[in-house]
């Protein structure tokens, strides 16, 4: 099966979209943890946990793996990133 790829916003996207007004094309820097992540290369798998996992991320405090990527003894790829948001509320 061919799929396209898909490059990110383009024109039209956001045509009659009622959450357009949030756009900002303009983004913030790539944050310092998150390069040294991509930098450092894959963790160890034992740091990660399959999606069925899920509810591991509700739990309070950090993970383990906040920052990093590692493949998971079925296959998985595990992606996590701590995404700080100034600015931003719930509402």
């Known amino acids: 099966m061919s799929r396209e790829k898909y490059l990110g916003m383009q024109e039209g996207d956001l045509d ?40 591991t991320l509700l739990k309070p405090g950090y993970l383990p793996l906040e920052n990093g990527f590692t493949r998971l003894n079925n296959g998985q790829v595990f992606v996590s990133v701590l995404t700080k948001m100034p600015k931003v509320t719930g509402k």
């Open 16 to 55: 009659n979209k009622k959450y357009a007004k949030y756009w900002n094309p303009q983004m913030s820097p790539m944050q310092k943890h998150t390069l040294h992540a991509i930098e450092h290369g894959p963790e160890a798998g034992e740091l990660g946990f399959p999606v069925t996992d899920a509810n």
